[in-house]
T-cell receptor
Framework: NAGVTQTPKFRILKIGQSMTLQCAQD?????MYWYRQDPGMGLKLIYY???????DKGEVPNGYNVSRSTTEDFPLRLELAAPSQTSVYFC??????????FGPGTRLTVT | QQQVKQSPQSLIVQKGGIPIINCAYE??????FPWYQQFPGKGPALLIA?????SEKKEGRFTISFNKSAKQFSLHIMDSQPGDSATYFC????????????FGGGTRVLVKP
């Protein structure tokens, strides 16, 4: 199993541009999550999904959108990128016994 | 209500010492308390987790102590090694609403040789 994979690893965006961060898992987990981690801080939940077709907001959803058309994929969309969205983004999926496994992250800089 | 407070922010110990990281929470609905280890440039990795019906759990050199009445839990790293140098995060979640994790702010641990 590859586990949780994320692409790209790094990206630089100009203010106002849009992009999609990709996340995929091959463990057949129903639950998936997107977090952001600002320098020296803990992780904050952006959006989560409890299964294909079902998504919900987390703690910091503004400026982001998600979709979940398949069990495997959970892309995160940034519209009109702002400097405040400069962060490291982590995707995770969860087993039935609550264990969350994280991807390697995408480091995003908005200038 | 959802906050998890973690202390200290950083910790330096000599090899073989026992770093202790503490976390406190307010939400009594939390029923799952994991600890994550994160190395620079990597994603968090699940280290060990505990549920509130257990007061202590050990996995290898890592031990969680849980005090339900005080709403506190802590991580002890026994016989710490330089390879344990990393940032450690505590977290908490409930069964409700997608089992969303609320993270503490992290503790940077440095184990000197």
């Amino acid at each position: 199993n590859a586990g949780v994979t994320q692409t790209p690893k790094f990206r630089i965006l100009k203010i106002g541009q849009s992009m999609t961060l990709q996340c995929a898992q091959d463990m057949n987990h129903n639950y998936m999550y997107w977090y952001r981690q600002d320098p020296g801080m803990g992780l904050k939940l952006i959006y989560y999904s409890v299964g294909a077709g079902i998504t919900d907001k987390g703690e910091v959803p503004n400026g982001y959108n998600v979709s979940r058309s398949t069990t495997e994929d959970f892309p995160l969309r940034l519209e009109l990128a702002a400097p405040s969205q400069t962060s490291v983004y982590f995707c995770a999926s969860r087993t039935e016994s609550y264990e969350q496994y994280f991807g390697p992250g995408t480091r995003l800089t908005v200038t | 209500q959802q906050q998890v407070k973690q202390s200290p922010q950083s910790l330096i110990v000599q090899k073989g010492g026992i770093p202790i990281i503490n976390c406190a929470y307010e939400n009594t609905a939390f029923d799952y308390f994991p600890w994550y280890q994160q190395f620079p440039g990597k994603g968090p990795a699940l280290l060990i987790a505990i549920r509130p019906d257990v007061s202590e759990k050990k996995e290898g050199r890592f031990t969680i102590s849980f005090n339900k009445s005080a709403k506190q839990f802590s991580l002890h790293i026994m016989d710490s090694q330089p390879g344990d140098s990393a940032t450690y995060f505590c977290a908490a979640s409930t069964k409700a609403a997608g089992n969303k994790l609320t993270f503490g702010g992290g503790t940077r641990v440095l184990v000197k040789p």
